[in-house]
């Protein structure tokens, strides 16, 4: 029972971390970013490449991964979401699916369309309380909290944070003030998109990378940012650790059910709670 | 309404009537040329994902509702023919009834739930619940619908009706296609199109003259479900089998591109985006190793410059041969 806890709690946290910037894109820009699985899958992808070149350290790696991830982001904030502000929700979501298509095909072309297994970087197991667990899984969750509390600061405290839960809630008005919203929508964007690819990095060992981990994954952190409220990061904070839960428990049960009980959960949120958007 | 009026009415009637007389002649003269270049196989194919886009489009181009999960519909008919033929009857045209009796009732069902919400939330809520179809399917009903594997099915024959024989099915599937079309074209001239088209533009006006915009949209989407499940009939009926690729939630998108290539809001726009994803998906796989890509592109292409498809362009170029088009904005 404690295995499937910890379990949930890691997917709770790589959940967690994917999701910050689904929702703040989806908070800010009103755009559903269906791009954002690609960037979690090229993070994986190039974890891979990277590995071999820097013997196989996994944080040197990990970071190269996530860094590299930041041009090609702006790429896709720049020539693709840019352009589609203020237009109608439908057109975002086919243009960011189109984009996602276009990364699938370029990955399968590059790298090929086969799983690539990885093993634990860590390798260690730490036994507490009689049980054991591996210890990479437990940084993992402490990432999570340490991601969190980093946000939380940089939206109270710092002047890009402030201006960008402004224009959450507001947009028009913080653009009346002449601050240029759409700079910081971009930071906000490339913010999002390297935490996806961390979540990547981070998930990479736990399963293997193949071209399409992506696309369901992010399905699972639409119902998330859904059930956690668009923008908002202690709701996210909080969905993502109950759906890694209802995950958790219900693959403890009934293995192919997994996932279809996140959007059953979701179901019922949005039949009580619809958002408006 | 004084005379005038009723006898222009009466005259909008006449050529709507003839006009769609005029459109069908031309539908069926399309599919029949491109019938033997393409193969009477891949035409059948064809002419049924256009049913499909047409039963998309009535949601999403006439309503502005994007549906995420509009495999779910689909293979209700497919499922819903193949249990309908296994367990009941094995007589073809009483399958289809029943499947599309299926759609319609998944539509009443999930209908007062999904059609009140909007944009965003309206297609991840279909996708939720394609997804759970999509597991009913697979792992949970395993038993009754065959899971990974499937299930074929044979259906009665009966003097010249007999669905193994590829020509008349062809024929039948482009009768269907017609049908459709024309209830369909019916429809969307009709007051109740008006208001759906009222109902993409400004809801909450229409809300304020009064009429109650829940009904229309739960109407507009058993219509649109229980089309997609005919769809779904008739694709199960051409191939003889049912797959869970009928009801997979990851190939939804297949029928945006299509309805979107097209031009959404259209009827011709939803059969020629039909017969050009078809396409797209048929052939360049075989030719062009990186399809998926090319097709990525085509469609941004699509959504930053011709918003309206390829029949709102072709339409826009040629106003003056295509007036009696219907690109009328309500």
């Not at chain 1, 994917?18 to 690609?38: K, Y």
């Not at chain 2, 069926?28 to 994902?49: H, S």
């Not at chain 2, 006006?205 to 109650?212: A, E, I, P």
């Not at chain 2, 009827?267 to 090319?294: D, K, Q, T």
Request: a positive charge; proline letters at 3%.
């Amino acid at each position: 029972m404690i295995n499937t806890i910890a379990y949930g709690l890691t997917i709770g946290a790589i959940l967690f971390i994917i999701s910050i910037g689904l929702s703040l894109t989806f908070g800010t820009m009103r755009i559903v970013n269906f791009a954002h699985g690609l960037v979690y899958t090229i993070g994986a992808y190039l974890l891979v490449s990277v590995l071999p070149f820097v013997r196989n350290n996994f944080i040197l790696g990990a970071l190269i991964a996530v860094l590299a991830v930041i041009p090609i982001s702006y790429v896709i904030e720049r020539f693709v979401i840019r352009k589609l502000y203020g237009v109608s929700i439908d057109y975002a979501i086919i243009a960011t699916y189109a984009v996602a298509l276009i990364g699938i095909d370029a990955i399968k072309w590059i790298w090929g369309a086969s799983p690539i297994p990885l093993s634990d970087p860590v390798g260690i197991d730490v036994s507490f309380f009689g049980i054991t667990l591996p210890l990479y899984r437990l940084i993992i969750i402490l990432l999570a909290l340490i991601i969190f509390i980093a946000l939380s600061i940089f939206f109270k405290k710092t002047m890009v944070g402030k201006i960008v839960v402004a224009a959450l809630d507001d947009k028009d008005a913080v653009r009346s003030l002449g601050i240029s919203v759409d700079k910081y929508f971009t930071y906000v964007f490339v913010i999002g998109s390297s935490l996806a690819a961390l979540g990547g990095v981070l998930y990479a060992p736990i399963t293997s990378v193949h071209p399409y981990m992506g696309m369901m994954v992010l399905l699972v952190s639409f119902a998330v940012v859904i059930i956690g409220g668009l923008g908002n990061i202690k709701g996210t904070f909080i969905s993502a650790f109950v759906l890694g839960m209802v995950m958790a428990i219900t693959g403890r049960f009934w293995g192919p059910a997994a996932e279809t009980m996140v959007f059953v959960v979701m179901a019922i949120v949005l039949i009580f709670k619809p958002i408006e958007v | 309404m004084t005379k005038r009026e009723r006898s222009d009415t009466l005259a909008i009637q006449n050529s709507t009537g003839l006009r769609s007389f005029r459109d069908i002649l031309f539908i069926a003269a399309g599919f029949l040329v491109i019938m033997p270049v393409l193969g009477i196989n891949r035409t059948t194919d064809f002419i049924i994902f256009s049913i499909f886009v047409m039963g998309f489009n009535i949601l999403y181009g006439f309503m502005g509702r994007l549906s995420f999960g509009h495999m779910l519909y689909l293979g209700c008919g497919a499922y819903g023919m193949t249990l309908f033929t296994e367990h009941v009857s094995r007589n073809p045209f009483l399958a289809i009834i029943a499947s599309i009796c299926a759609g319609a009732i998944v539509g009443a069902i999930l209908g007062p739930i999904v059609v009140r919400t909007t944009g965003a939330c309206f297609a991840l809520i279909n996708l939720a619940f394609n997804q759970v179809g999509y597991f009913l399917v697979v792992v949970a009903f395993s038993k009754y619908t065959g899971g990974e594997d499937g299930m074929s099915v044979s259906f009665s024959k009966f003097g010249f009706i007999d669905f193994s024989n590829k020509p008349f099915k062809f024929g039948f599937v482009l009768l269907c296609l017609l049908l459709s079309y024309y209830l369909l074209r019916k429809l969307t001239s009709s007051p109740y199109g008006v208001l759906i088209k009222s109902i993409k533009e400004n809801e909450t006006r229409v809300k304020f003259l009064g009429y109650n915009t829940f009904v229309y949209k739960w109407i507009t989407f058993i219509i649109s479900t229980a089309l997609s499940a005919f769809a779904g009939a008739l694709s199960m009926l051409n191939y003889g089998y049912v797959t869970p690729s009928f009801i997979d939630p990851s190939r939804a998108v297949e029928v945006i591109f299509a309805a979107l290539i097209g031009g959404a809001g259209s009827l011709y726009g939803s059969i020629i985006g039909g017969v050009i994803y078809m396409a797209i998906s048929n052939y360049l796989a075989s030719y062009i190793p990186r399809w998926e890509m090319f097709l990525g592109f085509t469609l941004l292409i699509v959504v930053f410059r011709f918003r309206t498809g390829v029949w709102g362009y072709v339409s826009e170029k040629f106003k003056g041969c295509t007036k009696a088009m219907p690109v009328r904005t309500s």
